[in-house]
T-cell receptor, first 111, second 116 residues
Framework: KQEVTQIPAALSVPEGENLVLNCSFTDSAIYNLQWFRQDPGKGLTSLLL?????REQTSGRLNASLDKSSGRSTLYIAASQPGDSATYLC??????????FGTGTRLKVLA | GAGVSQSPSNKVTEKGKDVELRCDPISGHTALYWYRQSLGQGLEFLIY????????KSGLPSDRFSAERTGGSVSTLTIQRTQQEDSAVYLCASSLGAGRVGETQYFGPGTRLLVL
């Protein structure tokens, strides 16, 4: 059974710091992995999608990497800003169109 | 353009009543997903539609839950004889279909359900 874990559960950093969020999954047979952000009381916004054949994806200050063999993905945020404060979720698609989500990392960037 | 919309945004109901939640996906999106997010929990997959058919219903928690999609567009999630443990935020997402760009999911704002 696929399980997705995100560490840390919460993170507080000063503005301008580079940071890494971690996502691990137990079954390496995944089709793709997505990173989302969720702002309080709102739905999710897709940040990056990495196919199983890819190693990384980049969008602006965000870079996501995928290591299927070790069951890990990281989301790197460069030069963090207060507007980056949100909960970050990773999700893996395992075979079917069923997505398994982690419980998220709650990020607070202090001005 | 318009994003994914959901209605109602909030619903308070009494235990034992039936509720119907609605999702309007982005026009042209063939894939539609329903998720549930309980307090302090991660997102839980409920059901996936490709067009009007649901190849994966494995996430529906019980036979009190059902969903349908008509015209390849609007979807409704129905919960019969609601229980207090059904209280959660119900999120809907849609995507173009398959492939790296096509599978990017766009989420609605959710329906917050409270069963008293």
């Amino acid at each position: 059974k696929q399980e997705v874990t995100q560490i840390p559960a919460a993170l507080s950093v000063p503005e301008g710091e580079n940071l890494v969020l971690n996502c691990s999954f137990t079954d390496s047979a995944i089709y793709n992995l997505q990173w989302f952000r969720q702002d309080p009381g709102k739905g999710l916004t897709s940040l990056l999608l990495i196919q199983s054949s890819q190693r990384e994806q980049t969008s602006g200050r965000l870079n996501a990497s995928l290591d299927k063999s070790s069951g890990r993905s990281t989301l790197y945020i460069a030069a963090s800003q207060p507007g980056d404060s949100a909960t970050y979720l990773c999700a893996v698609r395992a075979g079917t169109y069923k997505y398994i989500f982690g419980t998220g990392t709650r990020l607070k960037v202090l001005a | 353009g318009a994003g994914v919309s959901q209605s109602p945004s909030n619903k308070v109901t009494e235990k034992g009543k039936d509720v119907e939640l609605r999702c309007d996906p982005i026009s042209g999106h063939t894939a539609l997903y329903w998720y549930r997010q309980s307090l302090g929990q991660g997102l839980e997959f409920l059901i996936y539609f490709q067009g009007n058919s649901a190849p994966d219903k494995s996430g529906l928690p019980s036979d009190r839950f059902s969903a349908e999609r008509t015209g390849g567009s609007v979807s409704t999630l129905t919960i019969q004889r609601t229980q207090q443990e059904d209280s959660a935020v119900y999120l809907c997402a849609s995507s173009l279909g398959a492939g790296r760009v096509g599978e990017t999911q766009y989420f609605g704002p959710g329906t917050r359900l409270l069963v008293l």
